[in-house]
């Protein structure tokens, strides 16, 4: 019996890895026509491509389908699809793996669209460093697109909205068709020499033939090489285009383009007005402050100043004198009043106080008479009351305490 005899599981893996494996079956474009179109509600679609010889299944899962498929899958369209080929196991069946779908017509378009976009990537005219800043107050705006259709009068229109006074220059150029590529690079340097603030370069949306004038290597090469900031404002915002690329700004339609260059006046108005109160109270501060640090040196000056001083020094001396004053008619209030105690205390000692409540002085021959010792009958006395003198002849004598 045959050892090699492996399970079902295996074989299937072994496949699949044989197709992971394969470098053409990675990554591969397969044109058909579409049939049994399935929009799954997990978002996933699946159809199979078919043509003359044989039909494939395919799959194109939710996460693939935002950036790789434009327009609505409907059966019997003629696609041509990118992607991989896997096997799916459950059912051992081979099925592409689609990562982008384009119509037939537009297949060829869509290749050569990558190569020049890979080409001009690798030229650096996508690099950040070399994308100029728009600016912020625009006052010409210049404007290639057609002269008749949605693009200008929507840019008209917002314009209008947001500040009339921002002046529009119109270069009229074909946007489809044949001569369109050109139309647009003679536009484009014409108002690049002319001297406008910013330019925008659009038109409305359409299908990847509509635009194509906007995939042009010489209008790309334009839009890089042009002195004026230029902002693309090419179909929807699905689409993007080289010319998104490489301009300096993508906006994703002509009406946001409009909305992107021209200010607003009445935010612009506010903002003055807010500046204007916002400075008028910094120079109010500002004053204020400067005519404090004034008054604080005009201080300084002045202490500084002789006269100040001696007006100073002056005052000093002023204030002296007059608490010398105060202290001197303090101590002499105080002086006097011990002596009017002194006095009272004077008057109590004093004989001429004792005359006056009528008690006598007495004297016998110029000498006090202090005792009955001092005096014998016969003595003449001088008795000094309080009104004056009496002279008197002793008689009698007593002697004995009173």
């Known amino acids: 019996m045959n050892k090699n005899i492996y399970s079902v599981e295996y074989i299937i893996t072994y496949i699949k890895n044989m197709f992971s494996q394969d470098f053409m079956l990675r990554s591969v474009y397969v044109r058909g026509e579409v049939s ?138 074909i946007v489809q068709g044949d001569g369109a590529a050109p139309s647009i690079v003679k536009a484009i340097r014409a108002l690049d020499d002319y001297g406008v603030d910013v330019m925008i370069v659009g038109r409305g949306g359409g299908s990847i033939e509509d635009l194509w004038a906007f995939n042009e290597e010489i209008v790309a090469e334009a839009i890089f090489n042009a002195k004026t900031p230029i902002v693309s404002a090419v179909g929807h915002e699905t689409d993007t285009t080289i010319a998104d690329y490489v301009a300096d700004l993508r906006a994703p339609t002509p009406s946001a383009a409009a909305e992107l260059t ?69 101590i002499l209030n105080s002086k006097k009043h011990e002596y009017e105690l002194l006095i009272e205390q004077m008057k109590a000692l004093s004989p001429l106080e004792k005359l006056s409540k009528g008690y006598a002085y007495v004297r016998n021959n110029g000498k006090s008479v202090k005792t009955v010792a001092d005096v014998k009958s016969g003595d003449e006395l001088s008795l000094f009351l309080k009104d004056g003198e009496v002279t008197t002849v002793v008689t009698n004598i007593k002697a004995g305490e009173l």
């Open 36 to 173: 049994n179109v399935t929009y799954h509600p997990s978002g996933h679609i699946y159809f199979t491509m078919k043509d003359k010889a044989g039909t494939l299944g395919c799959v194109m899962y939710a996460g693939k389908k935002a950036t790789g498929l434009k327009f609505t899958l409907k059966e019997g369209q003629q696609i041509i699809c990118f992607g991989s080929i896997s096997i799916y196991g459950p059912r051992s069946q081979y099925q592409m793996l689609a990562s982008n779908i384009v119509l037939d017509g537009e297949g060829q378009l869509y290749e050569k669209y990558e190569k020049l976009k890979s080409e001009l990537e690798e030229r650096g005219m996508f690099a950040p460093e070399y994308k100029q800043p728009i600016p912020k107050y625009a006052k010409k705006i210049g404007i290639v697109t057609a002269s008749t259709g949605a693009a200008i009068q929507d840019i008209i229109n917002i314009t209008k909205r947001r500040n009339p006074y921002v002046q529009l220059y119109l270069f009229p150029a």
């Open 262 to 330: 021209v200010f607003s006046y009445a935010d612009f108005s506010k903002k003055l007005e807010d500046t204007e109160r916002t400075i008028r109270s910094r120079m109010t501060n500002r004053i204020a402050s400067e005519r404090l640090k004034l008054d604080r040196a005009k201080l300084m000056v002045d202490k500084l100043n002789p006269v100040y001083e001696l007006n100073n020094k002056r005052l000093r001396l002023i204030r002296t004198d007059e608490r010398l004053r105060e202290l001197m008619t303090h």
